[in-house]
């Protein structure tokens, strides 16, 4: 059986969906088969990747109105398939509130794949919310992309927090895969500081890749394109992968 991480942090805008994307990408360039599932209404994964049409997409199918196999898409790489996220999702947050099963939504959809795919990646929205908590009740680890300044490692402390209350609860076996450094300006102090201070506390959960803050990892999604079509040369395209043996060997 595969794999399935979600990629999580409430702080906005850290790189989970341009983790999830390129990641997979890699992932799929090495040979494996991968599922992205966006599971943000703000639906950036989706057309990150050029899917141009999100229904029939997740929350068709977490409201049981479309079977998985109608909301799967192809993506231009082969071996990365996509379930996409639109608008309608964040009623859907709303919608699950009052089920008793609330938090095991995806978890339920997700199961009939589980075996068909070596990872599914799945990217949460940037809250704690009941969508976050499928996310996590979905996974075997979370992976954290964390971005290099001071507010992040209050952020982290809050997350930790909320990862235990998972295994507490939720999802007892769930691991966290690891933290990894994203947007990285090696110019700046404060980012090494971060590097250094998260990697002291937090050890070999620290990826050892680190990706860096490259422009062409912000124009890619607006191409529709993973960053290995994109520009395969160029610096983050080059991090990307490495994160993506890290990943495979980490297993
Ligand atoms: N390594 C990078 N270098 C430069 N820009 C980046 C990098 N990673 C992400 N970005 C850009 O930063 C912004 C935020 O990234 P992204 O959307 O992946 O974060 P997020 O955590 O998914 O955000 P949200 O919390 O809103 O879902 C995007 O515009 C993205 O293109
Ligand atoms: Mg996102």
């Given amino acids: 059986m595969g794999k399935a991480y979600a990629f999580v942090n409430q702080k906005g805008g850290v790189g989970k969906t341009t983790s999830a994307i390129n990641l997979g990408a890699y992932l799929a360039e090495a040979g494996k088969s991968v599922l992205l599932v966006d599971f943000d209404s703000?639906?950036?994964?989706?057309?990150?990747?050029?899917?141009?049409?999100?229904?029939?997409?997740?929350?068709?199918?977490?409201?049981?109105?479309?079977?998985?196999?109608?909301?799967?898409?192809?993506?231009?790489?082969?071996?990365?398939?996509?379930?996409?996220?639109?608008?309608?999702?964040?009623?859907?947050?709303?919608?699950?509130?009052?089920?008793?099963?609330?938090?095991?939504?995806?978890?339920?959809?997700?199961?009939?794949?589980?075996?068909?795919?070596d990872y599914i990646l799945i990217d949460c929205p940037p809250s704690l919310g009941v969508l976050t908590l499928n996310g996590m009740a979905a996974a075997d680890a979370v992976l954290i992309p964390m971005q290099c300044e001071y507010f992040a490692l209050e952020g982290l402390t809050l997350l930790m927090d909320t990862i235990k209350m998972i295994k507490k609860g939720l999802n007892p076996p769930l691991t966290i895969a690891g933290i990894f450094f994203t947007m990285y300006d090696s110019r700046t102090l404060l980012a090494q500081d971060v590097v250094k201070e998260v990697s002291a506390y937090f050890k070999d959960r620290v990826f050892t890749t680190i990706i860096p803050r490259n422009v062409r990892l912000a124009e890619a999604p607006s191409r529709g394109q993973a960053i290995s079509l994109y520009d395969p040369h160029c610096g983050g395209a080059k991090a990307y992968q490495s994160l993506a043996r890290e990943v495979i060997q980490r297993g």
């Fill in 42 to 117: 703000q639906g950036n994964l989706s057309s990150g990747i050029g899917v141009q049409t999100v229904k029939p997409g997740i929350y068709e199918l977490i409201s049981g109105q479309a079977p998985i196999g109608e909301t799967v898409r192809k993506t231009a790489i082969p071996g990365l398939s996509v379930i996409p996220a639109g608008i309608d999702l964040s009623g859907a947050a709303v919608e699950l509130i009052g089920e008793e099963e609330r938090d095991f939504f995806l978890k339920k959809v997700l199961a009939p794949v589980r075996k068909k795919y």
